[in-house]
């Protein structure tokens, strides 16, 4: 994939995270680690869906606690914007793994989420 296609894609997912999380515009770390295909084995046909022969995008998210209902409209509108970009909706896995509070520093050896006026910044 060429930077501009990855600058994009990330470009697209950042604009998911404000749409969806209200995550700040200057938010969000991303770590673009391309596989080739033949390092993938994923089913083309589990939970029903009929994946391409192309390899999957796997956003593999690391996050402070989202209720299920924020969890559930980040599928969806990461779904129909990269869809946009040319990823199919069924090559498109999502795993959100979550994270405490106080799990997060975000410079300065500081728990920036763990500060009362924490929510004024997310």
Known sequence: MTEEALDQ???TIHSCFVKAWGIPNNGGVYII???PKSRMRI???MWGINRS???PLLLQITSSPRSKALKVELFRVLAEEL???GVRKEDLFISITPTQPEDWSFG???AQLLQEDADSRR
């Open 9 to 11: 894609i990330q470009s």
């Open 33 to 35: 680690n391309e596989r």
């Open 43 to 45: 089913s083309r046909t």
């Open 53 to 55: 022969e192309q390899p």
């Open 83 to 85: 869809e946009k970009q």
């Open 108 to 110: 300065n050896g500081v």
